[in-house]
């Protein structure tokens, strides 16, 4: 049975699945790939969902709803006439629209699927997404960020080099910039930025305002109506733009008609002070990455196939060749291509993602006793390779404290009830003075938003735990079970992974037989490889064992013991490095 790759966006879905040897975007019942994420009743209550809802925005703003993705994972309702839908509920009528329209030109039924979501996406929003599928009829097994769906899709036409991408997604109402290193089968993010509040919309409303200046227009009087009409002909031809080098922008209104003459300079002009702020979400992700180059940027999104901020983003890119086909889509393809390998196509070679963790995940703590309200311990920092497992240890407070409460927090916030709380565990402890009894309390979190918080106490061997899934969480308790194995596995620090293993006893080996600076070098050498190793970052790895296996190697061919210059073969420790 097939599985779908679907990319829920804010403005436009669409679906896409692997299918001889390729991916294929799947048409709706209209015979176009993007489903307008708009959902609307009619005048007889029935619900109408995409282009056909799109078309009553103007005319019934009342009885239609649009970016309902922008609410998933708040409990706020949004009103279609009468009736209250959450954006859960919403987002399952895209769903169930893009299903039913794959079923009927795949002509077999779908029940599985893989589905994007933006790589900020905290747990309460993934499991909204999750319950919206589910809502729909459809298993989701797992959810992919959208960045790391980009770049695969870049990857499956490219040779399959090691390669650095900047994924630039500017879609109808957001900006996320993300880098995204892929090497061998494995695509990880290294980090996020984002602007919720930039996009396509936007340069929409600056020509709105732009027309209205030029027509003596005053928006704020204008009917509601009137309004909405002027916000769609920017949006026409801001897109005709792309194609063409001028267009007249017209409004009618009574016996009136106004207009203006939009072209190319004049556009780059308007929307200048947006493409200054991409700028900034794009040098916060390169700062966080701590790439000093990047091989591809990627243009995703709709409004990446405006000229001018091609144009824009190539200028800051000077070397980097940006690679634009087919921006609106290739989150979708991604997703697909993520469809096959998990329903286990064997064409296609097994791929792992490696994701971040997009927020902070913690324990409630006080320092010392004079602290009113407990801050945070961090566990799982932000942007944490994923999945993800650490151990810390925490006393008590007070002389003959016989509890310790464990409350497990997510978020970035300082003090801990400003962060949302995921659930806690009380540990009972034999009475002693404060600071002498403690608990280990170790976090594992992998990409399916399962965590899980153990809690143990050496000396009684008393062990507690509790696993926190998404409330929608669709896994059955088997996988779950499933799940839970896999994190165990995990949880072996990386310095046990052989290869790794080999290269810190060669270099005590190496120390044995060496003297003087070399042997200082051998220390910074396994210290800083040690370093990267902590990071617990794949990727850091991998370029830390590089560097060090290449001095070592020259270290051993030059026989150099004792009388030859090291310092020629010292890795740079301060370059390449990403924390
Ligand atoms: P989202 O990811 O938010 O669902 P999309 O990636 O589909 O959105 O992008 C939608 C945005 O792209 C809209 O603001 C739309 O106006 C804009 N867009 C689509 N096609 C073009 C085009 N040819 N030129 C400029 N903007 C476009
Ligand atoms: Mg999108």
Known sequence: MAVIGIDLGTTNSLAALWQDNKVTLIPN?????????????????????????????????????????????????????????????????????????????LQQPITEAIISVPAYFNDNQRSATKAAAQLAGLYIERLVNEPSAAALAARMSNTGEDQTFLVFDLGGGTLDVSVVDCFDNVIEIIAVAGDNHLGGEDFDNLLVDYFCRQNQLVYSTLSPATKAILQSNAELCKQ???????????????????????????????????????????QRALADSNFSSIDDVLMVGGSSKMPIVRGYVNRLFSKAPTLTRSPDV?????????????????????????????????????????????????????NSLLPSSISKYFTTLHDGQTSLNISIYQGEEFYADENICLGELNMPLPSAPAGVEGVEVRFSYDINGILQVEVSHEKTQVRKQVVIIGEYNTLT?????????????????????????????????????????????????????????????????????????????????????GNRQPSDFMPDTDQGDEE
């Open 240 to 282: 005709q733009l792309s194609e063409q080098q001028q267009v007249h922008m017209f409004l009618r209104l009574e016996d009136q008609t106004y207009s203006i003459l939009l072209t190319q300079e004049l556009l780059a002009e308007i929307f200048m002070p947006l493409l200054k702020r991409t700028e900034k979400v794009i």
């Open 29 to 105: 019942a209209l015979g176009d790939y993007l489903t307008p994420s708009v959902v609307g009743l009619d005048d007889d209550g029935a619900l109408l969902v995409g282009k056909v809802a799109q078309e009553r925005l103007i005319s019934h703003p009342h009885l239609t709803a649009s970016c309902f993705k922008r609410r998933m994972g708040t409990t706020g309702k949004i009103a279609l006439g009468e009736q209250q839908f959450s954006p859960e509920e919403l987002s399952s009528m895209v769903l169930r629209k893009i299903r039913e329209d794959a079923e009927q030109y």
């Open 330 to 382: 290739i989150i979708a393809e991604g997703a697909g291509i993520y469809a096959g390998i998990k329903s286990r196509n064997g064409e296609i070679r097994d791929i792992m993602m490696t994701d971040v963790c997009p927020f902070s995940l913690g324990i409630g703590a006080k320092n010392d006793r004079s602290d009113l309200r407990a801050h945070v311990a961090m566990m799982i920092e932000r």
């Open 477 to 561: 308790e088997e996988d779950i079970q499933q799940k839970l194995a896999e994190l165990e596995k995990i949880k072996l620090h990386p310095a046990q992974d052989e290869q790794n293993r080999l290269l810190s006893a060669w270099g005590e080996r190496l120390y044995t037989e060496s003297l003087g600076e070399v042997r200082e070098n051998i220390v910074r050498c396994l210290g800083y490889f040690n370093q990267a190793l902590n990071s617990q970052r794949p990727h850091r790895i991998r370029q830390a064992r590089k560097k060090v296996t290449d001095y070592f190697e020259q270290l051993t061919q030059q026989h150099f013991i």
